[in-house]
């Protein structure tokens, strides 16, 4: 009876998980950061494939939205959206979003342009300086409160490019992708003339964040993180990495092909 009651328990609890993980989940992204995340792109981007496809493994049927950044957020404040593809971490955003583990990183990288001679040795290699920025961006929190050098801003990286192009200004900067993605992709003869500062401003992990207003949040914050290790294990991770970099790193647009 006991061997009887043992199975009846283990059969109910192999349904009830399985149920949990057939989970429809609601996984939004801003459509506007190329290459990570962008409704044209291969996988709606880099990130949003690599965050679908680990959830997808993991079990969960993914339903893929758009939003603004500021509805995102206030979405997964109150459990309007399950999972934000792509937020960087704050203390601020961990009091309603579980963070996972980081899944890619974000490399923040100066660029200028090759006839000039600069080493970023820190923020005070930067006094007397004219660094291009993005308004609202918010790059580190050490960068974005300096005063010791001028930030001038504008709506888009684009036009911070050609202002440094122009010796407008002396330095813009971005996430390293995001920079190679732009200049390959809207001004691709322009390369030839900027290069990369080597030293990074910083380095910040990519993660999903789960509404803590789904009862399940942990238990999909663990679930992704299993999977992200498998398919770096497996090689499915890197075989979408070099699908991504095949259009990062070419001139065309690749909503052309």
Known sequence: MNKFLHRITALILA????SLMAMDLSVVHTSNWPPYA???????????????????????????????????????KLGVYDVFATPWYSDDRNRYLDFSDSY????IRFIKRKDTDFKYTGLASLKGMRVGVVQGYAYDPGFDQAHDFSKPSERNLIQNLLKLTQRRIQLTLDDELVLEYEINRFMPRAMKDLEFVQRPLAVRGIHIGVSRKNPEHANIVA?????????????S?????????????????????
Do not use: C
Request: aromatic content about 6%.
């Open 223 to 235: 679930a992704f993180n299993k999977a992200i290790r498998a398919m770096i294990k497996d090689g």
């Open 15 to 18: 349904v009830f998980t399985q």
């Open 237 to 257: 991770y890197s075989k979408i990495m070099e699908k991504h970099k095949a259009y990062i790193e070419q001139a065309e647009n690749p909503g052309s092909e």
């Open 104 to 107: 890619l990183d974000s490399t």
């Open 38 to 76: 962008a409704a044209e792109l291969p996988g709606q981007g880099l990130a949003v494939e690599l965050v679908t496809t680990a959830l997808q493994r993991a079990g969960y049927t993914v339903k893929l939205r758009v939003d603004s950044l500021d509805r995102i957020l206030e979405g997964s």
